[in-house]
């Protein structure tokens, strides 16, 4: 095992109609929130009405701003760093899924600089203060309730980039269930991929020569996650299954899973990032087109790592390494199909001829490349060209 | 899943060599520390004299109070409560396993009160605050380094009760899995059993209906407490070993793996807690001769639950549940017995006498009594009868 160090500041408020306490769980943090959120759904839903009269009923009054997207833009994100700034609130509420948290934690740095909000991006500068955040999530995925991760899309660049930042940890997390029941089955699926990709990424660039705790908890997210989905595509109000999905997905980026493992890379983010920042994917669904290609293509180099994989995760019993390995991707790939995230560029409609544009694309954007370490074409190639 | 609230203050500062680290954590929590200590072995190791120079060349004045026993007694609290009284001192540190820990936690709650310290713990009064603790584990068992409990014997009474409490979360936990190197065979056989003991009182008690992430994490842990364990009686200086059972002792008991199941007892801790008050055995040495027993009382009643125990942790496959739960538990047992934890009062000495009367001992001594809950001569006898 590694060095580390471990401190998570954020509290977690988990139940089916937790969402009532927002405003009990938010009065410490000021009188005046911004509230954060995507498109219309939550208004649809009846939540956007849950949540300010909560806020209010504890005498906090809201500043309105909807309309982060999937893929949080750069331009939206300094809209509300003006009105923040503008209307002088305490904190933000954001109320959505990765992409809405994420453009709250991005306002919650920029409210209080005067630096341009891209330049901690590019790590020119360093985040050292945020407004205080509490979110209510809607749809389980990014882990971001739980994590100091920040991910912003720079339009004009097409840069998609992220930024760990102490300062981002959301003060509280409401975490309720029977929100996440109206999100889509393909929506769902999505978020399964993504809920992959942060356990895969640091189960396969671990630096740890042993470490049978990490592997056991990460395996036990996977399976968990296989589990739950599987039940909520019969039934999409299976409370069980959502609420172990929604605590999977927060547990697969709490840095719980990957205490100890000195991991320092993030392969599947940075082949996936340029895609969805590209094409205006769904990460998730990024992340399931990648996911499976990218494992193809190490599976020689890490061999007994994608056996235990296919053993532990999916049942494969097999004495030979490379059959293992080979067929616990096909089991992935083939779950992946069976709840409907995408495992082919051109399943999502992306053309061979797509494809080779995104590679010199992905050149280009990546994040690696603005922090003077750029990656080779064949890095993004090699796997772009096995998930055509 | 079961609702729950989840908040963990405590940092963790984890690696070879962290203890070091000591004065530069501590620093933030005052100038002047009572350092809590057990017996001689700190001193014989190096370590009381590395803990204090860390502490003063942070600028902390230390006040020494060394003495604290496996099982905690209230004596040697109420002398720790009167000393961090008199010297006003602004924090604690503790340095040792989780009786040490618990000692300092009793100590933080007395010191900010003038009611009588066992008053908490019979929940006649309830823990509104405690001094700051920074704890640096040499024992890996109990959790208590990221929990909020407290266990404490009352040797005039023989009750030896536990108290939880969110006050007492230390603030920082330093874990240097380098300072385990020395904890012998037997020591760790027994906190291995008492890592078990706070996985299953979980894994046998949630009233959740379904709950596989909860399943799979505890999973994880037991296996990865037996496999570096079983490296540990190879070699005691295997620090892969000795973090990775380091960080098992943590996660046991630190809500991580308790979130969500919606338990609320602990069987394990009710027929244990009695055995050690009344015999001075190490708690874990308990534990590995009441888990074995106590698993064969439940086995009918919880045959699914002891089967997937014995699929999941011990590999045994079998299509009867039934055989598998009792090959679990012969598993289980022979493990034990393996790495030298005792599975029978016999083999501590403990004849057939003794335990007749240490089932009334338990009926007038336990802690469910005390609150009101008396608990009947069948819930010892039947397990103590069947650990003879």
Redesign the interface.
Known sequence: ????????????????G?VDRLGDEAKPYGKKAMLVYGQSSIKNTGLYDRVRSSLQNAGIAVVDFGGAKSNPILGHVNKGIELAKGERVDFLVAVGGGSVIDTAKAIAIGALTDRDIWDFFTFKALVEKALPIVTVVTIPASGSEMNENVVVTNEQTCEKFGLPAAAVYPRVSIMD?SLTFTVSKPYTAYSAADIFSHVLDAYFTST??????Q???A???L??VI??VDRIMVNPED???R??MM??AT?ALNR?IH??LGYTDTPLHNLEHPVSAACDLPHGAGMSIIIPAWLDSISRQQLSRCAGLAHNVFGIICDDDAEAASRGIAALKDWFDSIGAPTSFSAVGISAVAVENLIETACETNQLRAMGMPLPREYFAGVYNLAR
């Open positions: 095992m590694k060095d580390f160090e471990w401190s998570v500041p954020t509290r977690i408020v988990f139940g089916n937790a269930p740890a020569d042993w470490s049978p705790l592997d056991g908890l395996e036990a997210v399976k968990a589990r739950s409370y069980n299954a609420s172990t605590w999977c547990w719980s205490s100890g």
